[in-house]
């Protein structure tokens, strides 16, 4: 059966465009936006069907026990500076939605751990990609926190799981500046035999 005809303009300006914003305001996602952005991450590589990738969704009414669970995490990893505790703690309101994304790994002879946890990568960007198509912003952020034992615990996975972000979801508070013009040729090369 052939492909749909794309316009392929505008695909590639949707990649083009997607930027992390730090500041993000509501509105976010609607369940209806959201559950097409998780359809369109769940068609990313995934090498044997095996569906490694987890999503977490963090709802507004959510983010202060979600700080919680933050400032747990880094007192987890031993930090003890009540700055940073509630520094960490306040990072859910940065955005009116949150979603945790995870690898839970899977074992199996011909798919090794580390084609699962790219197989996620390629699904968080799906996400960002299918997010920013419907008007909104992102912001993919890591951190110490998801190196945690007992913030996995929160979400079900085990210790050998990977946690590959926390991303921000909401509205740009305001516009930022063009992504700069990427020079191919530091990037690219042709490559020969001889």
Same mark, same amino acid.
């Given at each position: 059966?052939?492909? @749909?005809e #794309?316009?392929?303009?505008?695909?590639?300006?949707?990649?083009?465009?997607?930027?992390?914003? &730090?500041?993000?305001?509501?509105?976010? @996602?609607?369940?209806?936006? #959201?559950?097409?952005?998780?359809?369109?991450?769940?068609?990313?590589p995934?090498?044997?069907?095996?569906?490694?990738?987890?999503?977490?969704?963090?709802?507004?009414?959510?983010?202060?026990?979600?700080?919680?669970?933050?400032? &747990?995490?880094?007192?987890d #990893?031993?930090e003890?500076?009540?700055?940073?505790?509630?520094?960490?703690?306040?990072?859910?309101?940065?955005?009116?939605?949150?979603?945790?994304?995870?690898?839970?790994?899977?074992?199996?002879?011909?798919? @090794?751990?580390?084609?699962? =946890?790219?197989?996620?990568?390629?699904? =968080?960007?799906n996400f960002?990609?299918?997010?920013?198509?419907?008007?909104?912003a992102?912001?993919?952020r890591?951190?110490?926190?998801i190196?945690?034992s007992?913030?996995?615990?929160?979400?079900?996975?085990?210790?050998r799981?990977?946690?590959? &972000?926390?991303?921000?979801?909401?509205?740009?508070?305001k516009?930022?500046? @063009?992504?700069?013009?990427?020079d #191919?040729?530091?990037?690219?090369?042709?490559?020969?035999?001889?």
């Open positions: 059966m052939p492909m @749909p #794309l316009d392929a303009s505008l695909v590639h300006q949707v990649i083009y465009q997607r930027q992390s914003i &730090g500041q993000l305001i509501e509105p976010a @996602p609607s369940i209806q936006q #959201l559950d097409q952005a998780f359809s369109a991450a769940l068609t990313a995934d090498h044997h069907r095996l569906k490694p990738t987890r999503f977490f969704v963090i709802g507004a009414d959510q983010r202060a026990a979600f700080g919680e669970v933050l400032t &747990g995490a880094l007192k #990893l031993g003890t500076d009540p700055v940073q505790l509630d520094r960490v703690k306040h990072h859910p309101f940065r955005a009116p939605l949150l979603v945790v994304a995870a690898t839970q790994l899977q074992d199996h002879p011909k798919v @090794p751990f580390f084609e699962q =946890i790219l197989s996620t990568g390629a699904a =968080i960007q960002l990609l299918s997010l920013q198509a419907q008007g909104f992102t912001m993919w890591s951190g110490a926190v190196e945690s007992w913030f996995k615990q929160h979400f079900g996975l085990n210790e799981d990977i946690i590959s &972000g926390i991303i921000y979801v909401g509205t740009a508070a516009a930022i500046a @063009p992504r700069t013009e990427i #191919l040729h530091n990037f690219v090369k042709q490559w020969s035999a001889q």
